[in-house]
């Protein structure tokens, strides 16, 4: 039986303006997608409900891993108005929206009931090769 683990991400910015959703639904579901930095810690895989960015490296990582269950879409980002003065000009990396699309207990990847990210073992064991550093990971059953 594969194990999974429900995944804890940094949440290092929202929905700008820019973003196309159909509001009258929680969560809301996201067409076309603006995302705002507020702060970044270096990880390469980060959320904000209930999307989740994966870093262009690790997202190939992921698919020449064969793993299943996401789509991986282009986005438009900026960074909040502060964030080079809090963070000195740090570049970040280029990423990917990373759309959850696996089915429960069938996948690498899935949405538990409360729209947490759910990773197989073997899609962890990738995640374990990036730059993840805020990152928590618990058990869950299936």
């Given amino acids: 039986m594969r194990k999974y683990y429900e995944l ?3 949440a290092p910015g929202g929905p700008g303006r820019r973003s196309v959703s159909e509001g009258g639904r ?3 579901v996201y067409y076309s997608l603006h995302v705002v930095f507020e702060s970044w ?6 959320h904000f409900y209930p999307c989740f960015l994966v870093s262009k490296d690790l997202g190939a990582k992921f698919q020449s891993a064969g793993l299943t269950g996401f789509e991986l879409a282009d986005f438009e980002t900026e960074k909040d108005s502060q964030f080079d003065l809090v963070y000195g000009g740090l570049k970040l990396p ?4 990373l759309k ?3 089915r429960h ?3 690498d990847f899935f949405l538990s009931d409360q ?3 759910i990773a197989s073992e073997d ?3 990738v995640i374990g090769t990036a730059n993840v550093p805020t990152l928590a990971a618990d058990e869950y059953l299936v």
């Fill in 100 to 102: 959850i699309t696996g």
């Fill in 26 to 28: 929680n969560p809301k």
């Fill in 41 to 46: 810690l270096g990880d390469e895989l980060v």
């Fill in 115 to 117: 729209y947490w990210m």
């Fill in 94 to 97: 280029d990423f990917w929206w």
């Fill in 105 to 107: 207990g069938a996948d």
């Fill in 123 to 125: 899609a962890l064991d």
């Fill in 8 to 10: 804890d991400l940094a």
